[in-house]
């Protein structure tokens, strides 16, 4: 039987309650998602860029990644309680859930970074089109949405009924398959394991303590990284926390062109 760890799962330190405020609205935030999967999961097999968040697993987001901070950053900023994610599927823009911010915890890793976590998510099989709530055919990053707004797309998604299940099953299904087609669940990482709480108590035991200082750039231009420990250049689309190679924590570096 696993030990239950007495750090690093919310409520628990380094865990901090995150005070909302519900005036502010909320946030719809792009993500890329499988194109073969039966619901919009994040794109576990991106080349060269696979996808640990948003991550349903544990709930939580930046604490994997080193994506989407300016997002996360105003989500302190803005006390923002509700993310709705955005993602292209099957041709078009849609809404497959949403995200219930309940705690947070500042970033040993990166300066202005946070990680967020969610006490309630809901994910449907028959996502929203965004074009009933918003208008645009491109949408990238993230846009501020009003609380009335928030309300709507949070009501429909109850209605629908969550399947966060379903999206967890697909997550394993596309691991598995990249697992048989590379030898790794996650290959630019060289990860066999998936991101759950085993893999986020340990990078929070790395983490957590005074807010990191380092300036961090998340893309390097030839999409190469050196690690200062070990020498070993991996190839990755956004920046990692841990070197693919040695496993070293906050070592990699861009390789200029
Ligand atoms: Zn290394």
Known sequence: MKSIPSFGIPPKAPWITFDADCSAGGFLSF?????????????????LDNKSDPNLETKTYGLFSTCSKRMRKAVIKNRIGII????RFKGSLCIPGYYHLKWYTPSGFAKDDFCLAADNICFVNDPIPLSSIKKGKVFRGFHGITEGEVTRICQTLHEKGDRTSLYLEEIHRAEHLNLRQTGFRYSNFNRKEPFDWDAGVSILKKEYGEHSTQIITNKSPTDKWCCSKCGNISISKSLLKICPKCGE?????????
């Not at 924590?249 to 062109?257: N, R, T, V, W």
Request: hydrophobic letters at 40%.
């Open 249 to 257: 924590y906050a070592a990699l570096k861009p390789i200029k062109l």
């Open 31 to 47: 993500y890329y998602s499988e194109s073969f999967t039966r619901v919009p999961i994040r794109s576990v097999s991106r080349i």
């Open 84 to 87: 709705c994610f955005v993602t």
